[in-house]
């Protein structure tokens, strides 16, 4: 029944390209004690691209939602997990802990990154923002998962320091800066109270979004 029950989820969520947090919770009404099915469904909806949305109304409205990132599964994938790390994950993911959402303006910068910027990109963010922007984008960041960043801890001292300045300072000569090629400025960065480069060329500015080159070519 229950398999039944997800193939025909999937195969709306391939006509329409998303679910809501609705459609999958009328599946798994007690998606706490159906964690191993949960983390199987995410990761056949993460292999066919399918989006999952807190809910959808109207587009303006949607601008404004927070949307699951289609698997807490993708974060956790990317370092050493075990069953326990990734039944929390998915539970946390329905809770709806912030640490699992990106907004749909975040979404759409990343999309951006994704179709405009070359392979092997380093982009600058907060450490927040350093954990989606590999998965979405395949490119670097500066600070990402802390057991996957050479030099980890000296890296997020200094990234939460630079995102203190007003503004922005961009020193191509520091050794964390050289191989920056783009800067990531939304409201998790703003949140540290700094204030954006102004010195860096605007590629992409949407909704409270920019994305900034720190060379003369986007």
């Given at each position: 029944m229950?398999?039944?029950?997800?193939?025909?989820?999937?195969?709306?969520?391939?006509?329409?390209?998303?679910?809501?947090?609705?459609?999958?919770?009328?599946?798994?009404?007690?998606?706490?004690?159906?964690?191993?099915?949960l983390d199987e469904f995410?990761?056949?909806?993460?292999?066919?691209?399918?989006?999952?949305?807190e809910s959808v109304t109207t587009e303006e409205e949607d601008t404004e939602k927070k949307f699951n990132i289609a698997t807490p599964v993708l974060i956790l994938i990317m370092i050493p997990t075990n069953?326990?790390?990734?039944?929390g994950a998915i539970y946390a993911g329905f809770t709806q802990e912030p640490a699992l959402y990106i907004s749909i303006n975040e979404r759409l910068a990343m999309d951006w990154i994704?179709?405009?910027?070359?392979?092997?990109?380093?982009?600058?963010?907060s450490p927040e923002m350093g954990v989606f922007i590999p998965a979405y984008t395949g490119r670097k960041v500066v600070y990402g998962h802390l057991f996957?960043?050479?030099?980890?801890?000296?890296?997020?001292?200094?990234?939460?320091?630079?995102?203190?300045?007003?503004?922005?300072?961009?020193?191509?000569?520091?050794?964390?800066?050289k191989d920056v090629d783009y800067i990531f400025w939304g409201a998790r960065e703003e949140a540290y109270g700094g204030a954006p480069p102004g010195d860096a060329n605007i590629v992409f500015s949407h909704n409270g979004i920019t994305i900034f080159s720190t060379t003369s070519q986007p």
């Open positions: 229950l398999r039944k029950a997800t193939e025909e989820l999937v195969k709306k969520g391939k006509k329409q390209g998303f679910l809501t947090q609705e459609d999958i919770l009328q599946v798994f009404p007690d998606a706490e004690k159906r964690l191993p099915e995410y990761s056949v909806l993460l292999a066919d691209k399918i989006d999952v949305f069953l326990l790390l990734l039944s994704n179709r405009n910027t070359p392979e092997g990109s380093v982009i600058f963010s996957e960043t050479i030099d980890a801890e000296s890296k997020k001292e200094w990234i939460i320091h630079t995102l203190q300045s007003k503004p922005l300072i961009l020193d191509k000569g520091h050794p964390f800066w």
